[in-house]
């Protein structure tokens, strides 16, 4: 057990020392590392180290800058969508509070950890009662990340250790669902909430990207990243460098065969012949999209994102998304068949057929 432990508090000391000193180099030779042949993750290059760099979210950041100049802070939860910058603020956050300290004050635990109730009871216990120098009025900071997949038992133990040591110790939970932390632990808690970031955020963010990493993109390319990150900044970043290390040129084209995704292009089209009743056209695309491997899942997923911002008449928008949804609720349910694919087109065109029907 100890032994477990102890291997562990090395491995957290490491990847924070190499996160370090990559950032560092990094940041002073940019070239080196692609001559060298290896690259950093972008999300990793590219993660912002000051609370004002992130993007979005403003007032709940601003909140976040607050607390960073007062140095009084209380206990936080970050709620939120993934990849809209929870980790990266309170990292960022703890940086502003802690400045060189930030190594000796701040442990980070996230869903790689063992963070059973054990954990809790001791390593937490016992950083929480290291005595570490700090300028007044500053804290400890106990980071735990993805809280939400902590055990209730865990969360449980939390709550008391969380009041006897609010001396000289703060925590900072980020959490994808904030109904997965229990009451009582909300309750000690200030609880920020995240949103998805709109599409010019991280179109603004990956032109910066670009800019910085000479990537060569066509509009129709980048319009593609943002369309597949739906506001998730990880992943928009992740689909350009995959992308441009793929492809060696983002375009649209080159941006779904890496994501894998159906060409909103054919879904559009497909969605233009359901309008104007031709079934069969409309059905020749369902099926060079079934030949090519996607699953249900995947075109109905791209299906509704389409028809959302489709040129439409609105009340047949609002009867497609209805149909839309019937479909992708018998998909889940188990029944991914070609047919109900076709079925699904099938009302689709009988919808713009007669519109007025069924009124
Ligand atoms: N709001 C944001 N502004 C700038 N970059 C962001 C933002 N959100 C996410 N990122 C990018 O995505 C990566 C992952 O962000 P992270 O904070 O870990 O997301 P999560 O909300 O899932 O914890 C960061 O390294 C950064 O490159
Ligand atoms: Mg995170």
């Given amino acids: 057990m100890a032994g477990g432990e102890e291997d562990m508090e090395i491995e957290v000391e490491k990847t924070k020392d190499t996160g370090d000193d990559s950032s560092g180099s990094i940041k002073g030779k940019p070239s080196e590392s692609k001559t060298s042949g290896y690259e ?13 760099d992130i993007v979005g979210n403003t007032e709940t950041i601003s909140r976040l800058e607050v607390f960073a100049k007062e140095g009084n802070v209380p206990n936080v939860i970050i709620a939120g969508p993934p990849g809209t910058g929870k980790t990266t603020s309170i990292l960022c956050l703890a940086r502003a509070l802690l400045g060189p300290s930030f190594r000796d004050a701040v442990m980070e635990l996230n869903a790689s950890n063992d963070r059973g109730i054990d954990v809790v009871r001791n390593k937490i216990k016992m950083f929480a009662q290291q005595k570490v120098t700090l300028p007044k009025g500053r804290h400890k900071i106990i980071i735990l ?5 902590m055990t209730d038992g865990a969360q449980q133990a939390l709550r008391r250790t969380m009041e006897i040591y609010s001396k000289t110790t703060r925590f900072a939970l980020a959490c994808n669902a904030s109904d997965k932390i229990i009451e009582p632990i909300q309750s ?8 998805k970031l709109s599409d010019k955020q991280v179109l603004d963010r990956l032109l910066t990207v670009c800019e910085k990493e000479n990537v060569s993109y066509s509009d129709d390319g980048l319009e593609a990243v943002v369309f597949t990150a739906q506001g998730d900044m990880r992943q928009g970043i992740n689909n350009l460098q995959s992308t441009f290390q793929g492809f060696g040129h983002v375009n649209s084209e080159n941006v779904f065969k890496v994501c894998d995704e159906p060409h909103p292009l054919h879904v559009k089209n497909m969605l233009d012949h359901c309008v104007n009743g031709n079934i069969d056209e409309a059905y020749k695309i369902m099926h060079s999209l079934w030949k090519l491997g996607y699953s249900p899942e995947d075109i109905i997923t791209i299906v509704f994102r389409v028809c959302k911002t489709h040129n439409m008449p609105e009340y047949l928008k609002l009867e497609y998304i209805k149909e839309i949804g019937y479909t992708h609720m018998r998909i889940a349910e188990g029944v991914e068949s070609l047919l109900q694919m076709s079925g699904l087109l099938a009302k689709l065109c009988k919808k713009s057929a007669v519109p007025a029907t069924g009124q």
Avoid: F, I
Avoid at 40 to 52: D, T
Avoid at 145 to 149: G, L, N, Q, R, V
């Fill in 188 to 195: 000690r808690c200030a609880v920020l909430r995240y949103s």
């Fill in 145 to 149: 990340d993805e809280a939400d997949s």
């Fill in 40 to 52: 950093l993750p972008w999300v990793e290059k590219y993660r912002p180290l000051k609370l004002h």
